[in-house]
């Protein structure tokens, strides 16, 4: 049964700062290696189709596209662990992740970006990155409900 989202505190998101640069590290590697072999298995609805079954690979490209297939499955394993921490993967490119918190009785979300030593930003729900606030005098608590 899901209880909806995990509400964190600055302390919170912040101790899971190390666990999601490790993942983003790790994501990123992948990534690194997706073009080449993206390229060489005919351009990305090729790759696309491959990882879907519906195509096969090119003859003699078979190592790439299993190759691909572990690349992918890295990158998603990498993104449910972040998930699974109550965090919300919001891009890959940038290494976007918020948090959700309260702050004065409202839902917002902090937000981190890979490579960042810690939180510093937030945002409103209904926003994205480039809203971001610094975090400078804004108090983010858990919800009431919570306590």
Aim: hydrophobic residues 40%.
């Amino acid at each position: 049964m899901d209880d909806g989202p995990r509400f964190f505190t600055i302390e919170e998101a912040n101790e899971l700062v190390s666990s999601l640069e490790i993942e983003f590290g790790r994501i990123a590697r992948a990534r690194g290696e997706l073009a080449p072999l993206i390229e060489s298995l005919g351009g990305a609805d090729a790759a696309v189709s491959i990882l879907h079954d519906e195509e096969v690979a090119p003859p003699g490209r078979e190592k790439d596209a299993e190759r691909l297939r572990r690349l992918a499955a890295e990158i998603t394993d990498a993104v449910e662990r972040v998930n699974d921490l109550g965090c919300l993967v919001k891009d890959l490119e940038l290494g976007l992740v918020d948090f959700y918190a309260m702050q004065e009785g409202e839902p917002v979300l902090l937000c981190w970006q890979f490579g960042e030593p810690a939180i510093t930003h937030w945002h409103g729900v209904d926003e994205g990155y480039a809203a971001r606030k610094p975090l400078e005098g804004v108090s983010v608590r858990p919800p009431s409900f919570l306590n």
